[in-house]
């Protein structure tokens, strides 16, 4: 099974920066997604990583290392539109994807 | 956005009835899933489907059965619906187990 844990809110300022961690214990490990969801909204993609390193994707970043089960989504130039709970999930090798419970980004002017 | 529908939005029931939730999608992904959403609890996976008539169980799936007839529809049924199955249900769909994309949910209230 899996064990994944991220904070459950976290607030920062319109255009600064801010990281949310993401540690997962996993009896089978095939790749770490990161997904978006705002209030009343469906969950929507933003990031995929399988192997050690950093994605770049506009704003958003997403880090992962294997070996620490460990991963962060990067969020930079924060917008008012940020605010949502982001979701980490990792997926085993029977390609089912496991989530944690999800971090709400307040962001204030 | 992925042409992925759920049926109904939103539904009221009381315990011990018959539910079932409707997933259709226009894709032709060849995966479809079915998460609920609680709160502290994050998605957790009900059921999923690698195929027509093709399904296994995820980590909460006592008290459900699902059926996928059609590529383009999958069905999710509470049998005898219980006040702990009140939740936000999400359906997602992929077309090679990477990225999932959600219907936008059911909210199931059962009293």
């Known amino acids: 099974g899996q064990n994944i844990d991220q904070p459950t809110e976290m607030t920062a300022t319109e255009g600064a920066i801010v990281q949310i961690n993401c540690t997962y214990q996993t009896s089978g490990f095939n790749g770490l997604f990161w997904y978006q969801q705002h209030a009343g909204e469906a969950p929507t993609f933003l990031s995929y990583?399988?192997?050690?390193g950093l994605e770049e994707k506009g704003r958003f970043s997403s880090f992962l290392s294997r070996s620490k089960g460990y991963s962060y989504l990067l969020l930079k130039e924060l917008q008012m539109k940020d605010s949502a709970s982001y979701l980490c999930?990792?997926?085993?090798?029977?390609?089912?994807?496991?989530f944690g419970a999800g971090t709400t980004v307040t962001v204030r002017a | 956005d992925a042409g992925i529908t759920q049926s109904p939005r939103h539904k009221v029931t009381e315990t011990g009835t018959p539910v079932t939730l409707r997933c259709h999608q226009t894709?032709?992904?060849?995966?479809m899933y079915w998460y609920r959403q609680d709160p502290g609890h994050g998605l957790r996976l009900i059921h999923y489907?690698?195929?027509?008539?093709?399904?296994d169980k995820g980590e909460v799936s006592d008290g459900y059965s699902v059926s996928r007839s059609k590529t383009e529809d999958f069905l999710l049924t509470l049998e005898s619906a219980t006040s702990s199955q009140t939740s936000v249900y999400f359906c997602?769909?992929?077309?090679?187990?990477?990225?999932?994309?959600f219907g936008p949910g059911t909210r199931l209230t059962v009293l």
């Open positions: 489907s690698y195929g027509v008539k093709d399904t």
């Open positions: 990583n399988v192997l050690d």
């Open positions: 894709e032709n992904h060849r995966y």
């Open positions: 999930a990792v997926r085993s090798h029977d390609y089912k994807l496991s």
């Open positions: 997602a769909i992929s077309p090679d187990s990477n990225e999932q994309f």
